[in-house]
């Protein structure tokens, strides 16, 4: 008896977290675009490939970025403005508890930018540019049922959490 009831609560307890990964999971989330070289007026943004599956590098012109971004990465978005070009970065470093993150990456004449590290987890994300802001949404890892939204203005990421 007491097997038939643990067999039971586990097929409760998956149930209830998959009806809260669907709630937060639309299918509407599109498949992100992956790329593993990007050319810009301002440099050539590539991933360094490496025998070792967590240690793909990010560079620009063939060297790495500073500070050193390291993983399963791509080149997921891009965008130009007049004065730079801005991609984001998703990094997946084998850590089973957080397996994504991300950073923007802005390329411009004098150099380049790195935002910190952001994101909720989730390779589930929709990413849209409204004048100088870029926006990230994706389901909120610490409020089940809620959308994460974080936005980067090119210096700042700003975070607030949502409903769907």
């Known amino acids: ?7 039971l ?3 409760i307890v998956v149930t209830f977290f998959s009806t809260i990964a669907a709630a937060t999971s639309p299918s509407t989330w599109p498949v992100s675009p992956s790329r593993l070289h990007l050319s810009t007026p301002y440099g ?16 620009i012109d063939k060297i790495d ?9 791509n080149i997921t978005y891009a965008f130009s403005t007049p004065k730079a070009q801005i991609a984001l970065i998703s990094i997946n470093d084998g850590n089973n508890g957080c397996p994504v993150t991300y950073r923007w990456i802005a390329l411009q004449e004098s150099g380049y930018t790195l935002s910190p590290e952001f994101g909720s987890c989730s ?42």
Do not use: N, W
Request: hydrophobic share 35%; glycine share 6%.
């Open 1 to 7: 008896m007491p097997m038939l009831f643990t067999k």
């Open 9 to 11: 609560l586990a097929a």
């Open 44 to 59: 050539t943004l590539d991933v360094a490939p490496s025998e070792y599956v967590y240690e793909s590098r990010l560079r």
């Open 65 to 73: 970025v500073s500070p050193a971004i390291t993983g399963i990465l």
């Open 123 to 164: 390779d589930q994300i929709k990413v849209s540019a409204r004048g100088r802001l870029l926006t990230l949404q994706t389901p909120s890892y610490s409020a089940p049922g809620k959308i994460d939204v974080y936005t980067y203005d090119g210096k700042t990421i700003k975070h607030r959490t949502a409903k769907p």
